[in-house]
């Protein structure tokens, strides 16, 4: 058995370096069936304890070694709604892959299984008419999901396939929350999500799209139409570092970047009417997964230098090591210890340097993580005209503020019971990063699944826990 991953192919990156075309190429039937041999098919299973869909990954993959790919994409879509977009962006070298035992042999790595996910799902896009029967309606009562991300399309899925009434509403113009505003078009395709959304739309699921739960659609109106409802409604205000200067120009949110990038395709001004300005020498803040789609966007876009500025050292960082490498393939540079104090503008109020501190490392922080110390008289100023700040988000306080007697947590974020997904008013379930901060799409995939079997029990009568 070959010790190593069945490698899978990539746009070269001086290729990639100037356009927006996916950059792994995926694998052919050849490549996967090479790669599906490395699979142990052990008895305990312990790559299913890894995904928190708990999808039968021996299954799968067995059906796929044996040559039977049609047999292979239905188990894998009886558990999972959105099975290529999980194998393009799910984490799995900390989830499933982590515990695969063939990874855990003597210079050996796991067995590729987000890669043979990818595989099978673009397999039978290609190559299946997909008969979906139409499930939803077939019971009288009726679920409304707040937010089309990936929690509330899996809820919404799984409700629908039980034959529940279910209205998804969704504040932007497309359905998928982050994985269209957030994640760019090299690392997921539109047209990916837009497979996964159509076959969610034959389930029967509605979707009402520009619609603003608490100020388009009143809270009142929710909680009176409808027999449960589901907030998945994700993490989507951006947090600033609050530095003097971010108001110049040329200071951005990656939020706001990404999202005219992604979802309101300013790279393809001026076909679309969406322009964004890109300058020459661009620092994004933060080293999350978020700030390497935002340094990768920039440079698509014509940057000629673009830094990524992070304030702990590579250890520390949060990305996927997998974007990490294809940013520093690409030419990305990384300032580690490295902080902004302030952005300095022009005279017409334009961003055109930053002054930065040299940060050293002390003992650990509540994080867990050790605690960046600024270095005294470290201080140097960096030569920048665009900013992208990528700090962290938190909860979008339009539906919050609107919605009586949900409780919140200390940090703004719906208090639900993390097994149940049931918040403090009856009928009501939250689940994703509206929940826990933000987290990873399988995560709040894995919430919205578990919210929709505890709402057929509570629609059911089989179990309600605000009964007193």
């Avoid at 078009?185 to 699921?205: A, H, N, Q, T, W």
């Avoid at 920039?298 to 000629?304: N, P, Q």
């Avoid at 992208?388 to 703004?412: D, K, M, Y």
Wanted: glycine share 10%.
């Amino acid at each position: 058995m070959k010790n190593r991953k069945t490698p899978m192919k990539e746009q070269s990156p001086e290729s990639r370096r100037r356009n927006f075309e996916e950059v792994a190429l995926g694998y052919t039937l050849e490549e996967a069936l090479e790669e599906a041999q490395r699979c142990l098919q052990c008895p305990t299973h312990p790559c299913v304890s890894g995904c928190p869909v708990e999808i039968d990954i021996p299954g799968f993959i067995r059906k796929l070694r044996d040559g039977k790919l049609e047999e292979s994409y239905r188990i894998l879509k009886s558990y999972n709604n959105l099975p290529a977009v999980c194998g393009r962006v799910c984490p799995q070298e900390v989830q499933c892959e982590s515990r695969c035992v063939v990874g855990k042999m003597k210079d050996s790595e796991p067995v590729a299984i987000g890669r043979l996910e990818r595989f099978v799902a673009d397999w039978a896009a290609e190559n299946l008419e997909e008969d979906v029967k139409p499930l939803a309606g077939s019971k009288k009562e009726k679920v409304a999901v707040v937010g089309s991300g990936p929690a509330g399309l899996t809820a919404a899925a799984d409700l629908a396939k039980m034959g529940y009434h279910v209205d998804i509403f969704e504040a932007f113009h497309k359905p998928g929350g982050v994985l269209v505003y957030g994640i760019p078009e090299f690392r997921l395709p539109k047209r990916i999500v837009e497979r996964e959304v159509s076959y969610i739309r034959k389930l029967g699921v509605n979707f009402h799209l520009n619609t603003v739960v608490g100020k388009t659609v009143k809270v009142k109106e929710l909680l009176s139409e409808y027999d449960a409802v589901f907030i998945g409604t994700g993490a989507g205000t951006p947090k600033f570092m609050g530095i003097p200067g971010t108001n110049l120009n040329g200071v951005y949110s990656a939020n706001e970047f990404l999202t005219r990038v992604n979802l309101m395709k300013a790279y393809l001004f001026p076909e679309y009417d969406t322009p964004i300005r890109v300058g020459k020498k661009v620092a994004v803040i933060g080293a999350g997964n978020t700030a390497m789609d935002a340094a990768r966007s920039a440079l698509r876009l014509g940057a000629e230098k673009v830094y990524i500025v992070y304030r702990r050292t590579e250890r520390e960082m949060p990305a996927r090591r997998e974007e990490y490498h294809h940013a520093l393939e690409e030419g990305i540079e990384f300032l580690w210890l490295t902080l902004p104090i302030r952005y300095i503008g022009d005279a017409n109020g334009n961003v055109e340097a930053m002054e930065c501190v040299r940060m050293e490392l002390k003992e650990a922080d509540g994080s867990g993580r050790p605690r960046p110390v600024p270095i005294e008289g470290s201080n140097f100023v960096l030569e920048v005209d665009m900013v992208i700040e990528a700090i962290g988000q938190g909860p979008n306080r339009v539906l919050l503020s609107e919605f009586p007697g949900l409780e919140l947590n200390e940090r703004g974020y719906i208090k639900a019971d993390e097994d149940t997904g049931a918040t403090s008013v009856k009928g009501v379930f939250a689940g994703g990063d509206i929940v826990t901060g933000a987290a990873t799409v399988i995560k709040a995939m894995g919430a919205g699944k578990k919210a929709a079997q505890f709402i057929h029990s509570y629609l059911t009568g089989e179990w309600n826990p605000w009964q007193k």
